[in-house]
C-alpha cells in the first residue's frame, strides 16, 4: 500500500469541482477514487448515482455485539478560480514547509481521507463497525443527501457520527466543535429598463437598477453592523454566561485574526466580542454584486439590471425558511418604485449545537489528546454543514464535529492548504477515537 500523504496526492489530483457542469466527469471520478480505496481496505462499498453528483457509502463490520460509528465527508470541492492568484496550481498538489497546498488540501479532501487511511491501518483489527458516507454536493447545499439518509435510516443505523469538515481553534490544538451556524442563501435581481441606455440622454430621468440595488443593499445591514430586516432577531438565543466565560479563555488576538487575512480592523454588531460575533450570533453578507459597464476604461451607460447575491448565517433556533419569508417580505417592502424585482432562494442549512457530554464526545477529546498531547478545547463554529441537522434528526445519533483544519487554510480562497503534521495527527486521532469509543459507550470510561 501506498503511505497515506501519496494517495492523498493522488486524491486532490483529481478537480472534484461540483459547482461546475464541466467538472461532473472528474466529480464521478472521485466517487470512484474513493470507491476503491475504501474496497482496498476491505469494505463493502455502494456508489450511488443521484440526480447532482453520486454518494459513497462503504461499510465494515466487526462483529454484532460491536459498536458502529458512521463517518461522514465530501470529496467535492470548491471552484479553483481565480487560478491566477495560486502560487501552485490547484490540482498539481505541491509540498512545501509541512504543508500540502491544493484544492481541498483542507476542505474536504484532506480531512475525510485521514479516516480512510485509519481504517485502512486499522485493517483486520478495526475495534468496531465502520460506515462512510462521503457525497460530492456539500460545497452546493447538499442537495441530494437528505433524500439519501431518509432513505437509508436503517442501513446508516450508528452510535455516532463523526465529521471532520471543521478547523481547530489554533495549530496544535486540539479541538471538538459543538456548534455551526445555519445559512440562507438568496439573490435579488432588479430590472428598471428594457434595455441599456446613454447616460446623458437618459441619466437623471429614469431608474437606475445599480443604485436600487444600494439603497437596497444599505436598508439590509446598518453600519454598525445590526441587520435590519424585521423579526430578524426574534427567535435567537442569548449566549449565556457560562459559553461567554469559556470563550475568553481561549487563546485569541482580534488584532491578529484582522491582520492575518489583511484587514485593517475588524467589525460587527457592537457589545459583542469577534468570537461571540463569528460563533453565536446571526449575520447578513452581500457574496456578489454586479451591474454596469465592468470592462477596461468608461463607458457612460445606465444599465438595464443589477443583481446581489447575499447570505445570512443563522444561530440556534433561527429558522432558514422563516428567515427567507422575512426577508423577502421587507425586501418587498423597501422595493424603489420603478423597478422590477425577481427574489431567488437558493440553499439552506439549520443551525446546530449538540451536547458536550455525551459518550461519544468524551472519547473523542479523549482520543485527540492522546494524538496531540494537549488539552481538547470545545468550540463553536461560524460557518455550516447543512447535513449535521439532519444525520441528527434521521438517525437520533450524537454528531462528533473533530475538524484537523486550520481558519488559516484558505478554504473556498487560492491557495488552500493543510499542514502535513494535521492530516499525521487527524489518522492517529481517527484510530485512537476507533478503539476508546466502545469503552465509552459501555460507561467504562
Ligand atoms: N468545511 C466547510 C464548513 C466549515 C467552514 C465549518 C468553516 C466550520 C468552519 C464546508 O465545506 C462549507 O464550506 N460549507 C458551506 C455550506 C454551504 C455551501 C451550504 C458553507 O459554510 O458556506
Ligand atoms: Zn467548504
Redesign the pocket.
Given at each position: 500500500m501506498k503511505d497515506p500523504l501519496n494517495e492523498l496526492v493522488d486524491f486532490l489530483k483529481i478537480p472534484s469541482v461540483s459547482a461546475n457542469p464541466d467538472n461532473k466527469e472528474d466529480v464521478g471520478r472521485a466517487a470512484r477514487w474513493l470507491e476503491e480505496r475504501l474496497r482496498a481496505a476491505g469494505f463493502s462499498v455502494e456508489v450511488t448515482p443521484t440526480a447532482g453528483h453520486p454518494i459513497v457509502y462503504a461499510e465494515k463490520y466487526a462483529g454484532a455485539d460491536r459498536p458502529t460509528v458512521l463517518i461522514y465527508g465530501?470529496y467535492d470541492v470548491q471552484p479553483p478560480e481565480p487560478l491566477e492568484l495560486w502560487d501552485t496550481p490547484p490540482f498539481e498538489p505541491t509540498i512545501k514547509d509541512g504543508k500540502i497546498y491544493a484544492r481541498g488540501a483542507s476542505?474536504?479532501k484532506g480531512q475525510v481521507f485521514a479516516h480512510v487511511a485509519a481504517v485502512s491501518q486499522l485493517s483486520e483489527n478495526l475495534p468496531l463497525n465502520v460506515k462512510f458516507v462521503i457525497e460530492g454536493e456539500?460545497?452546493?447545499?447538499?442537495p441530494n443527501l437528505v433524500p439519501f439518509v431518509e432513505a437509508n435510516r436503517e442501513r446508516l443505523a450508528t452510535d455516532a457520527v463523526l465529521i471532520s469538515?471543521?478547523?481547530m481553534f489554533a495549530p496544535g490544538l486540539p479541538t471538538l466543535?459543538y456548534g455551526?451556524r445555519g445559512?440562507t442563501y438568496m439573490e435579488v435581481r432588479l430590472r428598471g429598463l428594457d434595455r441599456d441606455v446613454h447616460s446623458g440622454a437618459y441619466g437623471g430621468a429614469v431608474p437606475n437598477a445599480a443604485h436600487a440595488a444600494a439603497w437596497m443593499i444599505s436598508k439590509l445591514k446598518d453600519e454598525m453592523g445590526w441587520v435590519r430586516i424585521p423579526g430578524f432577531y426574534d427567535d435567537v438565543e442569548p449566549i449565556s454566561p457560562e459559553e461567554r466565560e469559556m470563550w475568553r479563555r481561549l487563546p485569541f488576538d482580534p488584532r491578529e485574526y484582522a491582520a492575518e487575512i489583511g484587514a485593517g480592523d475588524t467589525s460587527g454588531e457592537p457589545g459583542y466580542s469577534i468570537l461571540e460575533r463569528r460563533w453565536a450570533r446571526p449575520t447578513f453578507d452581500v457574496n456578489g454584486i454586479g451591474s454596469g459597464y465592468q470592462g477596461e476604461g468608461s463607458k457612460t451607460v445606465i444599465a438595464a439590471e443589477a443583481f446581489f447575491k447575499f447570505s445570512m448565517r443563522l444561530v440556534p433556533n433561527q429558522d432558514p425558511d422563516r428567515i427567507a419569508d422575512l426577508t423577502e417580505a421587507y425586501l418587498r417592502q423597501i422595493l424603489p418604485t420603478g423597478y422590477q424585482m425577481e427574489v431567488i432562494r437558493y440553499?439552506g442549512?439549520q443551525p446546530v449545537l449538540v451536547p458536550t457530554d455525551s459518550p461519544p464526545m468524551q472519547a473523542a477529546a479523549a482520543a485527540l489528546e492522546k494524538a496531540w498531547g494537549r488539552e481538547t478545547v470545545f468550540t463553536r463554529?461560524?460557518?455550516?454543514?447543512?447535513i449535521v441537522h439532519d444525520f441528527m434528526r434521521v438517525l437520533g445519533a450524537p454528531v462528533v464535529l473533530m475538524?484537523f483544519g486550520l481558519e488559516s487554510d484558505n478554504?473556498?480562497a487560492p491557495n488552500e492548504k493543510l499542514d502535513l503534521i494535521n492530516f499525521e495527527k487527524g489518522i492517529e486521532a481517527s484510530k485512537n477515537f476507533m478503539r476508546l469509543l466502545p469503552e465509552y459507550l459501555k460507561g467504562e470510561k
Amino acid at each position: 500500500m501506498k503511505d497515506p500523504l501519496n494517495e492523498l496526492v493522488d486524491f486532490l489530483k483529481i478537480p472534484s469541482v461540483s459547482a461546475n457542469p464541466d467538472n461532473k466527469e472528474d466529480v464521478g471520478r472521485a466517487a470512484r477514487w474513493l470507491e476503491e480505496r475504501l474496497r482496498a481496505a476491505g469494505f463493502s462499498v455502494e456508489v450511488t448515482p443521484t440526480a447532482g453528483h453520486p454518494i459513497v457509502y462503504a461499510e465494515k463490520y466487526a462483529g454484532a455485539d460491536r459498536p458502529t460509528v458512521l463517518i461522514y465527508g465530501h470529496y467535492d470541492v470548491q471552484p479553483p478560480e481565480p487560478l491566477e492568484l495560486w502560487d501552485t496550481p490547484p490540482f498539481e498538489p505541491t509540498i512545501k514547509d509541512g504543508k500540502i497546498y491544493a484544492r481541498g488540501a483542507s476542505d474536504d479532501k484532506g480531512q475525510v481521507f485521514a479516516h480512510v487511511a485509519a481504517v485502512s491501518q486499522l485493517s483486520e483489527n478495526l475495534p468496531l463497525n465502520v460506515k462512510f458516507v462521503i457525497e460530492g454536493e456539500e460545497e452546493v447545499g447538499s442537495p441530494n443527501l437528505v433524500p439519501f439518509v431518509e432513505a437509508n435510516r436503517e442501513r446508516l443505523a450508528t452510535d455516532a457520527v463523526l465529521i471532520s469538515d471543521s478547523p481547530m481553534f489554533a495549530p496544535g490544538l486540539p479541538t471538538l466543535t459543538y456548534g455551526l451556524r445555519g445559512l440562507t442563501y438568496m439573490e435579488v435581481r432588479l430590472r428598471g429598463l428594457d434595455r441599456d441606455v446613454h447616460s446623458g440622454a437618459y441619466g437623471g430621468a429614469v431608474p437606475n437598477a445599480a443604485h436600487a440595488a444600494a439603497w437596497m443593499i444599505s436598508k439590509l445591514k446598518d453600519e454598525m453592523g445590526w441587520v435590519r430586516i424585521p423579526g430578524f432577531y426574534d427567535d435567537v438565543e442569548p449566549i449565556s454566561p457560562e459559553e461567554r466565560e469559556m470563550w475568553r479563555r481561549l487563546p485569541f488576538d482580534p488584532r491578529e485574526y484582522a491582520a492575518e487575512i489583511g484587514a485593517g480592523d475588524t467589525s460587527g454588531e457592537p457589545g459583542y466580542s469577534i468570537l461571540e460575533r463569528r460563533w453565536a450570533r446571526p449575520t447578513f453578507d452581500v457574496n456578489g454584486i454586479g451591474s454596469g459597464y465592468q470592462g477596461e476604461g468608461s463607458k457612460t451607460v445606465i444599465a438595464a439590471e443589477a443583481f446581489f447575491k447575499f447570505s445570512m448565517r443563522l444561530v440556534p433556533n433561527q429558522d432558514p425558511d422563516r428567515i427567507a419569508d422575512l426577508t423577502e417580505a421587507y425586501l418587498r417592502q423597501i422595493l424603489p418604485t420603478g423597478y422590477q424585482m425577481e427574489v431567488i432562494r437558493y440553499h439552506g442549512g439549520q443551525p446546530v449545537l449538540v451536547p458536550t457530554d455525551s459518550p461519544p464526545m468524551q472519547a473523542a477529546a479523549a482520543a485527540l489528546e492522546k494524538a496531540w498531547g494537549r488539552e481538547t478545547v470545545f468550540t463553536r463554529e461560524g460557518g455550516s454543514i447543512p447535513i449535521v441537522h439532519d444525520f441528527m434528526r434521521v438517525l437520533g445519533a450524537p454528531v462528533v464535529l473533530m475538524g484537523f483544519g486550520l481558519e488559516s487554510d484558505n478554504l473556498h480562497a487560492p491557495n488552500e492548504k493543510l499542514d502535513l503534521i494535521n492530516f499525521e495527527k487527524g489518522i492517529e486521532a481517527s484510530k485512537n477515537f476507533m478503539r476508546l469509543l466502545p469503552e465509552y459507550l459501555k460507561g467504562e470510561k
